[in-house]
């Protein structure tokens, strides 16, 4: 079975995105010898992320794909992401640019939910030394916007997390073991976390 997984490039102050680092050493980790997991770095760039996300979906097909974001707000802190929305978008990406419209999709309905139900997952897993809460607003912008192109693509069969910088406390290898536990309690939902 086939899963994929993004982590974002290089924005702003942030030269080292913890996103990318953390889907790097999920890599590492793996997720059991069913699943094929496949990695990419996205760019933080509207229309570059939509169109490689479209790829994902349109060649790959993979059961899940989970998308990884770095939250530059948060503080030890993994955000599960329940669903997309379609409009709002109207800050630049690393490039300058926003979607036409601020739209996602123009035909697209107002939000999708994942079928993940990222409720159930956040009462059901802990991780040691970071918190995990839940959230129906991914911040409209390339996360959120990645998130609902993979959604719309996908139908429904993506998620989206948001993972604090990297700091002293929070490191890509505990980053990367966090992103295991809650990856193999997606897949268990999916039906397919089963050696």
């Given at each position: 079975?086939l899963s994929?997984?993004?982590g974002?490039?290089?924005?702003?102050?942030?030269?080292?995105?913890?996103?990318?680092?953390?889907?790097?050493?999920?890599?590492?980790?793996?997720?059991?010898k069913?699943?094929?997991?496949?990695?990419?770095?996205?760019?933080?760039?509207?229309q570059?992320?939509?169109?490689q996300?479209?790829k994902?979906?349109?060649?790959?097909r993979?059961?899940?794909?989970?998308?990884?974001g770095?939250?530059?707000?948060a503080?030890?802190?993994?955000i599960l992401?329940q669903c997309g929305?379609?409009?709002g978008?109207?800050?630049?990406?690393?490039?300058?640019f926003?979607p036409?419209?601020?739209?996602?999709?123009?035909?697209?309905?107002?939000?999708?939910?994942?079928?993940?139900n990222?409720?159930?997952?956040w009462?059901?897993?802990?991780?040691?030394?970071?918190?995990?809460?839940f959230?129906r607003?991914a911040?409209?912008y390339?996360?959120?916007y990645?998130?609902?192109?993979?959604?719309?693509?996908?139908?429904?069969?993506?998620?989206?997390?948001?993972?604090p910088?990297?700091?002293?406390?929070?490191t890509?290898?505990?980053?990367?073991k966090?992103l295991?536990?809650?990856i193999?309690?997606?897949?268990?939902?999916?039906?397919?976390?089963?050696?």
């Amino acid at each position: 079975h086939l899963s994929f997984f993004s982590g974002f490039g290089p924005f702003r102050q942030y030269l080292v995105n913890s996103s990318w680092e953390a889907v790097k050493e999920l890599s590492k980790r793996g997720l059991g010898k069913n699943i094929d997991l496949r990695i990419v770095q996205l760019p933080v760039v509207y229309q570059k992320a939509k169109e490689q996300v479209c790829k994902i979906w349109t060649t790959l097909r993979p059961l899940l794909a989970v998308h990884v974001g770095l939250a530059s707000s948060a503080k030890a802190i993994i955000i599960l992401e329940q669903c997309g929305k379609n409009k709002g978008y109207q800050e630049m990406d690393a490039c300058g640019f926003h979607p036409e419209g601020g739209c996602c999709m123009l035909d697209g309905p107002e939000k999708i939910e994942s079928t993940i139900n990222m409720k159930t997952l956040w009462k059901n897993i802990s991780v040691e030394g970071i918190d995990i809460i839940f959230s129906r607003d991914a911040g409209r912008y390339v996360c959120d916007y990645t998130y609902y192109t993979s959604l719309y693509y996908g139908s429904g069969r993506a998620a989206f997390i948001h993972v604090p910088p990297l700091s002293p406390s929070v490191t890509a290898d505990a980053l990367g073991k966090a992103l295991q536990t809650i990856i193999l309690e997606m897949l268990h939902q999916c039906g397919e976390g089963r050696e």
